[in-house]
């Protein structure tokens, strides 16, 4: 029998997506298996539910790099991985993100991703989402938590938002009161990487919702503000930002699937665990649009 063209045998495919709603921000989505292609409604679907839940949570779906490739296509195009050390080398456009990336500091373990932020904030087109694929799970700990930076802005006075309306910050590769450690680069890598000014606000491109937009790792402070006052407004929105009524806690499982959209919501990884023990995942990201400040 003649093998079925790639597009007979995507439309033929029906899902039937479940998704579960969770209490604060994400939705679990069942009912699909990854590994097989899906179909234009099944694509808007899912497109759909992203925009609105900001982070979807895939279970049970153990994805080859290739296959989690495609999984993550559904959401958009990827993008290449910023910093070269830790991409695979037969899939350049998937890194990794494990227990072996960072020196131990004082014997203690160190993570990349710990202290909320969003992707490559100083990229000027930065990703619109990333996608972690676990491989490899600590038995307890290495949680990635996530918080609903819409809701977030949304919770702030009138008297607050007008404040922040038009207001800009520089980000750089590693702020010079970055709390976080980042992965040392070589001056190739260095050189490539850019600098730039992003609105405070930003206005999401699909629902048109407005969001904070923070990086403490990366922000040097608020356009025309002096230092210290720029540094204490941002330090003021993250502490808002990151109260527990705004957070997502994820407990990875291996085969777990889980996309977020950097311009809803910000992440942290937890450096938590038996250091003794590996944590492995494949890291996609997927290129994003100039941020548009919501005014
Ligand atoms: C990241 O910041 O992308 C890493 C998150 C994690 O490892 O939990």
Redesign the pocket.
């Known amino acids: 029998m003649r093998p079925a063209s790639k597009s007979n045998k995507e439309s033929d495919i029906v899902n039937t997506l479940q998704c579960k709603v969770n209490e604060i921000l994400g939705a679990e989505i069942s009912g699909i298996d990854l590994t097989q292609p899906v179909n234009d409604a099944t694509r808007d679907e899912l497109n759909a539910l992203f925009a609105q839940h900001a982070v979807l949570v895939f279970r049970d779906q153990p994805l080859t790099p290739p296959q989690f490739m495609r999984g993550a296509e559904i959401f958009g195009r990827l993008m290449e991985q910023q910093i070269k050390k830790f991409v695979l080398p037969d899939y350049p456009l998937v890194g990794s993100?494990s227990t072996k990336d960072l020196p131990r500091k004082n014997g203690k373990l160190q993570?990349?991703?710990e202290n909320y932020?969003t992707?490559h904030s100083n990229d000027l087109a930065p990703p619109k989402a990333?996608s972690?694929m676990a491989v490899q799970i600590p038995s307890d700990g290495g949680d990635?938590q996530f918080v609903d930076v819409r809701r977030a802005y949304d919770d702030l006075s009138e008297t607050q938002k007008t404040a922040l309306q038009h207001l800009r910050s520089r980000h750089v590769h590693e702020s010079s009161r970055s709390p976080r450690s980042f992965a040392k680069l070589s001056p190739t890598d260095m050189a490539k990487i850019p600098h730039t000014e992003q609105p405070l606000v930003i206005k999401h491109p699909v629902s048109g919702r407005p969001a904070l937009y923070l990086n403490t790792g990366r922000m040097e402070g608020i356009e025309g503000m002096d230092a210290d006052a720029g540094f204490a407004l941002i330090d003021e929105l993250y502490r808002h930002a990151t109260q527990p009524q705004y957070e997502y806690r994820h407990q990875w499982r291996v085969g777990d699937m889980v996309i977020w959209d950097n311009r809803s919501v910000m992440?942290?990884?937890n450096a938590d665990y038996d250091p003794e023990e590996y944590r492995y995942?494949y890291?996609v990201m997927l290129q994003g649009d100039k941020l548009e400040p919501f005014v």
């Open positions: 993100n993570v990349r991703g932020h992707d990333t972690l990635t992440h942290q990884a995942l890291r």
